[in-house]
């Protein structure tokens, strides 16, 4: 294993992690970040420290400030990027603060703040995930350990083509305690893993554990993912896929119907849409999917416009309490034509909208090129779309 800068400021933050000390762990509700959760929990556990559980689907200000209103010695984002430090209260200092991610970020970390991310040291979001990054801080810290590893690999079921990076150093322990295979059919390269009595391809472990902390993330599936894997008890979820899976379907049926009837508002240069509730009860990244579904609709849109699914999002954070103000979630899409037109550079990219706009009305959002999120306060919903059409003219 190479001791490449990465791995160096990992083997480094393993060392630094305090003992006997209280955590708020803090993830997304992908299967990343449920893998990485459940790693870190280990690891706190094996130091005799003390840790909660916090689930959170966006970054955004009023969920920032109700984190940090729950006293902890020590706060860790796993899989979730953005401008956390902006909302620190005072007098919480930059060390206490840790984020462990592997997406592309445009924010800056200023000195002091653990910051690891494969992106900072010239890799790509394929060289490592959050998991897999998390897993040998454990490993730095404790020990080679087969059975995380292969939980880690987990996280790497979104990245597609082959295993490659810290990645693969991740793989070859699972492999080397008997927790992965690999096989290769022809063309066709696959990954698995064992977890409990179960073998499983991680990728479509990937969808299904991000299945159940998502669409059940109000009914505390997130929590249930992360202990289904430290206590390496898939049982604990698999009963519940077949009944999620039914619950998106039937909000997909009926999202469509709804926009067969009643079409997208069109401007100049958006379209958009408006959840009437039949996504109410779910996390937000099942109705980021609807509207990345929604993209492949022809016959509803116009080719040339930027697409806007909002959402109102609801009052819980499970684990923390509830917000005060109104918040709408806000998935960016783009129709494939409009695809070209951006990567031809004659359309901007989504990155280059969402997150200034957000920000601009007091939200928070992120970005890639032909697509994103952003969340703000509900009464700036209007305002958002405006300037969206206004900055997303084609040049």
């Not at 160096?8 to 970040?33: Q, V």
């Not at 409990?196 to 299904?208: P, Q």
């Amino acid at each position: 294993m190479d001791d490449s800068p990465l791995l160096h400021e990992l083997r480094k933050f393993a060392k630094w992690i305090k003992p006997k000390s209280t955590y708020m762990i803090i993830y997304s509700d992908d299967a990343d970040g449920i893998a990485s959760a459940a790693i870190f929990s280990n690891l706190i556990d094996a130091l005799e420290g003390y840790y909660t559980l916090v689930c959170l689907d966006k970054i955004f200000p009023e969920a920032l400030d109700l984190i940090f209103k729950h006293y902890a010695e020590y706060y860790i984002f796993l899989d979730l990027g953005g401008p956390v430090h902006h909302y620190l209260p005072e007098p919480l200092d930059y060390e206490r603060i840790v984020i462990i991610d592997h997406h592309e970020e445009v924010a800056s970390y200023p000195d002091g703040l653990w910051y690891m991310n494969p992106y900072v040291y010239g890799y790509g979001g394929e060289y490592a995930t959050s998991s897999t990054l998390t897993y040998f801080i454990y490993r730095f810290r404790m020990s080679h350990n087969p059975d995380l590893a292969a939980i880690s690999l987990i996280g790497v079921g979104e990245v597609e083509g082959e295993i490659k990076g810290i990645n693969w150093y991740a793989f070859t322990d699972a492999y080397s305690g008997g927790k992965a295979i690999k096989k290769i059919r022809g063309k066709k390269i696959s990954y698995s893993i064992k977890l409990g009595e179960f073998h499983r391809e991680i990728t479509s472990l990937y969808k299904d554990i991000t299945l159940v902390s998502s669409a059940g993330y109000f009914d505390d599936g997130a929590l249930t993912a992360v202990e289904s894997l430290i206590f390496n008890d898939y049982e604990m979820i698999r009963s519940k896929i077949r009944v999620y899976k039914e619950q998106r379907l039937e909000s997909y049926k009926k999202g469509i119907a709804y926009l067969e009837n009643e079409g997208l508002f069109q401007l100049d240069n958006v379209q958009w849409f408006k959840d009437p509730g039949f996504f109410k009860g779910m996390g937000t990244r099942i109705f980021d999917s609807f509207t990345s579904y929604v993209r492949y609709q022809g016959r509803l849109l116009a080719k040339n416009k930027y697409i806007l699914g909002l959402m109102q999002r609801e009052k819980k954070i499970p684990g923390i309490g509830d917000l005060i103000g109104d918040w709408t979630n806000i998935a960016i899409r783009v129709p494939r034509y409009l695809e070209t037109i951006i990567d031809a550079n004659i359309a901007q990219p989504v990155s280059a909208l969402s997150g200034p706009i957000a920000f601009q009305l007091d939200g928070l959002g992120y970005g890639y090129k032909h697509l994103g999120s952003s969340v703000i306060p509900s009464v700036n919903e209007d305002e958002y779309i405006k300037l969206f059409n206004e900055l997303g003219r084609i040049k």
